[in-house]
């Protein structure tokens, strides 16, 4: 195995072992992204959880640790405007992190397949220098191959984050309008 991947490193070019660096930074970056992001949003959906349950089992306000609470604080009113503005700044606080694995999603192919293009092309050009035999050709396809393999394979984890953390993210402003729904229906 050791020395399958020291030859691999000396035949690779340099610019798809570059990119093999770059998607291997990519995907520690996703990972670190999706598992903050996860467990952040998880706590504050128990959190909002609680106070939805809390308001329909006929409480008056919302429980103090939840996100509408500071809005709801900064005015002796409770508004419709108010309840919507704590709204989109939950929103907005609850899908960070999203465009950073939508980005990766969508650019790690590509990175992977540029990858594999530089590989191919240093390999047509050892054909072109030497007797250019049959297993040299499949020899430097195979290893081409592996910068769009490592492209795919980071792609499909920030897609599968991406939307684990998007439904998240829904559930948790769903509750939210939930609870200023109910506050909004005491009031009348």
């Known amino acids: 195995m050791t020395n399958g991947l020291i030859d691999f490193y000396?035949?690779?070019?340099?610019?798809?072992?570059?990119?093999?660096?770059?998607?291997?930074?990519?995907?520690?970056?996703?990972?670190?992204?999706?598992?903050?992001?996860?467990?952040?949003?998880?706590s504050w959906l128990s959190r909002e959880s609680n106070s939805l349950e809390n308001l329909l089992m006929?409480?008056?306000?919302?429980?103090?640790?939840?996100?509408?609470?500071?809005?709801i604080k900064t005015s002796s009113n409770i508004t419709k405007e108010i309840l919507a503005l704590g709204m989109l700044a939950a929103t907005k606080e609850a899908t960070k992190g999203l465009s950073i694995l939508s980005v990766f999603s969508s650019t790690t192919p590509f990175i992977g397949l540029f990858g594999t293009v530089v590989s191919i092309l240093d390999?047509?050009?050892?054909?072109?220098?030497?007797?250019?035999?049959?297993?040299?050709?499949?020899?430097?396809?195979?290893?081409?191959l592996i910068a769009t393999a490592a492209g795919i394979f980071v792609a499909i984890f920030a897609y599968t984050?991406?939307?684990?953390?998007?439904?998240?993210?829904?559930?948790?402003?769903?509750?939210?309008?939930?609870?200023?729904?109910?506050i909004l229906a005491r009031k009348v």
Request: hydrophobic fraction near 45%.
């Open 58 to 71: 006929g409480s008056s306000s919302v429980n103090e640790d939840a996100f509408l609470n500071s809005f």
């Open 10 to 42: 000396l035949k690779s070019h340099p610019v798809t072992l570059g990119v093999l660096a770059l998607l291997s930074i990519y995907f520690l970056i996703l990972n670190w992204v999706f598992i903050y992001r996860y467990f952040a949003l998880s």
């Open 123 to 144: 390999t047509f050009t050892h054909i072109g220098q030497t007797s250019g035999s049959m297993s040299v050709i499949a020899s430097g396809v195979s290893d081409a």
């Open 161 to 182: 984050y991406h939307q684990i953390l998007k439904r998240k993210s829904f559930e948790l402003v769903s509750f939210m309008q939930m609870q200023s729904d109910a």
